[in-house]
C-alpha cells in the first residue's frame, strides 16, 4: 500500500514502498527487454503474444490481485497499476491482454461464492491461461441495460443465448464471465454473470 507519512510541517507523503518500487523496476525491465522489441512485429502479424504471456505469468506479473486464499499475492488494485503502467509502456495491445486477467476475474472475485473461486481461480496462478469480461454487445456497451443476451433456467443449468463483441482475449481464453439477463423486466438489475469454459458447445468465435 502507499505510505501515509507526517512531516514536521504535518505534511503527507504518497511515496511508493520499497515493495512497490521493486514490483514497478520488475515490470519495467520486463517490458523493455520482453515486449518492446516484439510489439512491432506482433503487430504485423496479428501474432497472439503467447510466449510473452507465459513468461510474465512465469515472473509473477499477471494476476496479482486473486486473494492469497486462493493462491495469488492478493495485492491491492494500485499496486496492479503500477504494473500495468508499465506493461503498456512496452505495447499498449500486448499490455492489455497482460492486465485483461483483472477485469476478467473481478466478478468472481467480488461476487462469487467460495466453491467457484476455488474452482476458477487458482488456475490463473497454476497455468498462464486467459480470462475474458463478456459484457460488451454490437447494440451495447456501456448503456448495459440495453443488452439482448438472455439466459433461461432450464433444470439445474442455464441457457444463454446472445452475442458479445470486443471482448478482450476472448479468442485465447479458457472462460469468460458472460452476462446475460435473467429477467428483462428489471432492467440492469435483471442481468446476471455466468463462468462459461470457452470449450462449453454452442460458444462460437
Not at 507465459?54 to 494476476?63: I, Q, T, V, Y
Not at 491482454?97 to 466453491?115: E, F, Q, R, T, Y
Not at 439482448?148 to 463483441?165: F, I, P, W
Amino acid at each position: 500500500m502507499t505510505t501515509i507519512e507526517h512531516g514536521v510541517a504535518g505534511g503527507i507523503s504518497f511515496a511508493l514502498t520499497d515493495e512497490q518500487k521493486s514490483l514497478r523496476e520488475l515490470a519495467r525491465e520486463f517490458a523493455e527487454k520482453e515486449i518492446r522489441p516484439r510489439a512491432a512485429s506482433y503487430d504485423e502479424t496479428s501474432q497472439h503474444p503467447a510466449d510473452v504471456i507465459a513468461k510474465a505469468h512465469e515472473l509473477g506479473l499477471m494476476n496479482v490481485h486473486v486473494p492469497e486464499e486462493y493462491g495469488g499475492l492478493g495485492l491491492p488494485c494500485f499496486d496492479g497499476m503500477l504494473i500495468g503502467e508499465e506493461l503498456n509502456w512496452g505495447c499498449s495491445g500486448i499490455g492489455t491482454s497482460l492486465v485483461a486477467n483483472g477485469l476478467g476475474s473481478a466478478p468472481v472475485i467480488i461476487a462469487g461464492s467460495d466453491d467457484q473461486k476455488r474452482r476458477w481461480l487458482p488456475q490463473l496462478i497454476e497455468e498462464p491461461i486467459l480470462c475474458s469480461f463478456g459484457l460488451t454487445e454490437p447494440g451495447a456497451g456501456s448503456d448495459v441495460a440495453s443488452m439482448k443476451s438472455t439466459a433461461v433456467r432450464n433444470g439445474d443449468e442455464y441457457v444463454l443465448n446472445g452475442s458479445k463483441t470486443f471482448i478482450t482475449n476472448a479468442g485465447h481464453a479458457a472462460w469468460t464471465v458472460v452476462f446475460a439477463k435473467t429477467d428483462p423486466s428489471k432492467g440492469h438489475k435483471g442481468i446476471s454473470a455466468f463462468v462459461v469454459p470457452m470449450e462449453t458447445d454452442g460458444v462460437t468465435i
